[in-house]
T-cell receptor, first 114, second 114 residues
Framework: EAGVAQSPRYKIIEKRQSVAFWCNPISGHATLYWYQQILGQGPKLLIQFQNNGVVDDSQLPKDRFSAERLKGVDSTLKIQPAKLEDSAVYLC????????????FGPGTRLLVL | AQKVTQAQTEISVVEKEDVTLDCVYETRDTTYYLFWYKQPPSGELVFLIRRNSFDEQNEISGRYSWNFQKSTSSFNFTITASQVVDSAVYFCARTSGSARQLTFGSGTQLTVLP
C-alpha cells in the first residue's frame, strides 16, 4: 500500500513570495491533516479535512494560509505572502474514518523563507 | 490548552542499555487516544502505537513496551536493549475533542551510541 505522498520535498523562497504544497493521502483515507513543524518542536495542526469539508482550521493563519481538498482526495496548502517565520517542515497526514484512527504521515516539505 | 509534556529534551545511552521516555498529558476528555511516533533523521513521522483511554493494559512489541497509567496521566515508552537505529526524535501525542485532533509533545531526542 502506498503511503502519503507530498511534493515538493524542499522549497526555498524569498519573503513575500507565494508557495504551494501538494499532498496525496493513503487511498481510502477520508481524513487529511496539514501540520507545521518548526525546528525543535512537535507538529502543530493547521487544518483538518473530512472528505472535502473542513473540520478544524482554528490554527490556520487565514490572512496568508489557505488550503483546499477538492474531490476529497488530494490537497493543496498555499502560503501567500510568505514570512520568515513560516520556515518549517509542512507535514501532511491521513487517517481512516474511525475514532482515534492512527494518522500516517508523509515525508514533509521543508520550506526555507529568506 | 491541554498540554502533552515530554520533560526529557535529550537522552543519550550506550547501545544495549534500556531507556524510558516519559510522557505526561492533560485532558478534560473522557475518551481519548494516546500515540507514540518516531521521527528519524530522514524526517518522516513513523507511527509506533495507539492506546485507547479505556485500555490500561501495558503493551509489548519486540524491544518496545508502553506503560499507560491513567491515574498519573502518563504514557511512558521503554526501549529494551537499545540499538543505534533507535536514534531519533520520539513524540508522544494525545487526541482531543470530538474530531480527535492530535496534540504533540515537544519530543525527546534519543541518541544511542555504539
Amino acid at each position: 500500500e502506498a503511503g502519503v505522498a507530498q511534493s515538493p520535498r524542499y522549497k526555498i523562497i524569498e519573503k513575500r513570495q507565494s508557495v504551494a504544497f501538494w499532498c496525496n493521502p493513503i487511498s481510502g483515507h477520508a481524513t487529511l491533516y496539514w501540520y507545521q513543524q518548526i525546528l525543535g518542536q512537535g507538529p502543530k495542526l493547521l487544518i483538518q479535512f473530512q472528505n472535502n469539508g473542513v473540520v478544524d482550521d482554528s490554527q490556520l493563519p487565514k490572512d496568508r494560509f489557505s488550503a483546499e481538498r477538492l474531490k476529497g482526495v488530494d490537497s493543496t496548502l498555499k502560503i501567500q505572502p510568505a514570512k520568515l517565520e513560516d520556515s518549517a517542515v509542512y507535514l501532511c497526514a491521513s487517517s481512516a474514518d474511525s475514532p482515534g484512527g492512527a494518522q500516517y504521515f508523509g515525508p514533509g516539505t521543508r520550506l526555507l523563507v529568506l | 490548552a491541554q498540554k502533552v509534556t515530554q520533560a526529557q529534551t535529550e537522552i543519550s545511552v550506550v547501545e544495549k542499555e534500556d531507556v524510558t521516555l516519559d510522557c505526561v498529558y492533560e485532558t478534560r476528555d473522557t475518551t481519548y487516544y494516546l500515540f507514540w511516533y518516531k521521527q528519524p533523521p530522514s524526517g518522516e513521522l513513523v507511527f509506533l502505537i495507539r492506546r485507547n483511554s479505556f485500555d490500561e493494559q501495558n503493551e509489548i512489541s519486540g524491544r518496545y513496551s508502553w506503560n499507560f497509567q491513567k491515574s498519573t496521566s502518563s504514557f511512558n515508552f521503554t526501549i529494551t536493549a537499545s540499538q543505534v537505529v533507535d536514534s531519533a526524535v520520539y513524540f508522544c501525542a494525545r487526541t482531543s475533542g470530538s474530531a480527535r485532533q492530535l496534540t504533540f509533545g515537544s519530543g525527546t531526542q534519543l541518541t544511542v551510541l555504539p
